[in-house]
């Protein structure tokens, strides 16, 4: 079955520092991949989005993500995390070459520092 | 604005009772989703809809039901068979009309339902 694994349940990083989020999927040809944001209490709101070609992809607010097909991977990084970011980080996949079919991961929460 | 709207924020609903979570989008997306969030297991479908009056269940379809008379609406009842139903329930749409738009979700703010 396919299924996405976010290894990490809760992060917490200081301002100003580097973020990486993990994921990783199994499946057996290359899906859709996703990397949606929820703030508490709200819906989510998709970062960015891997189909194919560049497996470096950039999205909304500074945040990019690299596919690595040979890892199984889809990892979520930004450069300089603001407080702003404090948020739960779900990674999705769509094996159903885009018709409906999304998996997404247990979600990671981020935590933010001073 | 387009976008897509749930109503109420919160619910409350007694056992044994069925209640109905409204969904509306004016993004004028085909398809349109219904999930459930509970803490630490992310997001379950529970139906999904790619076009009026279809739809098909998702991985957590037993105790809810659906309708999609109107492209920009789908709402979904909990009923009383559903035996854990206090959850956050969440409406997604989407185009997936060609390669951009394929496969991207659009959220709704969400309905926290508490069943006393």
């Known amino acids: 079955a396919q299924s996405v694994t976010q290894p990490d349940i809760h992060i917490t990083v200081s301002e100003g520092a580097s973020l990486e989020l993990r994921c990783n999927y199994s499946?057996?040809?290359?899906?859709?991949l996703f990397w949606y944001v929820q703030s508490p209490g709200q819906g989510l709101q998709l970062l960015l989005k891997?189909?194919?070609?560049?497996?470096l992809v950039q999205g909304i607010k500074g945040f990019e993500a690299e596919f690595k097909r040979s890892q199984s991977s889809f990892n979520l990084r930004k450069p300089s995390v603001h407080w702003s970011d404090a948020a739960e980080y779900f990674c999705a996949v769509d094996h159903s070459g885009g018709y409906q079919k999304v998996t997404f991961g247990t979600g990671t929460k981020l935590q933010v520092i001073p | 604005d387009g976008g897509i709207t749930q109503s109420p924020k919160y619910l409350f609903r007694k056992e044994g009772q069925n209640v109905t979570l409204s969904c509306e989008q004016n993004?004028?997306?085909?398809?349109m989703y219904w999930y459930r969030q509970d803490p630490g297991q992310g997001l379950r479908l529970i139906y999904y809809?790619?076009?009026?009056?279809?739809?098909q269940k998702g991985d957590i379809a037993e105790g809810y039901s659906v309708s999609r008379e109107k492209k920009e609406s789908f709402p979904l009842t909990v009923t009383s068979a559903q035996k854990n139903p206090t959850a956050f329930y969440l409406c997604a749409s989407s185009l997936n009309r060609d390669y951009q738009s394929i496969g991207t979700q659009y959220f709704g703010p969400g309905t926290r339902l508490t069943v006393l």
């Open positions: 891997y189909f194919s070609g560049d497996t």
């Open positions: 499946y057996g040809a290359t899906p859709y």
């Open positions: 993004l004028n997306h085909d398809a």
């Open positions: 809809s790619q076009i009026v009056n279809d739809f």
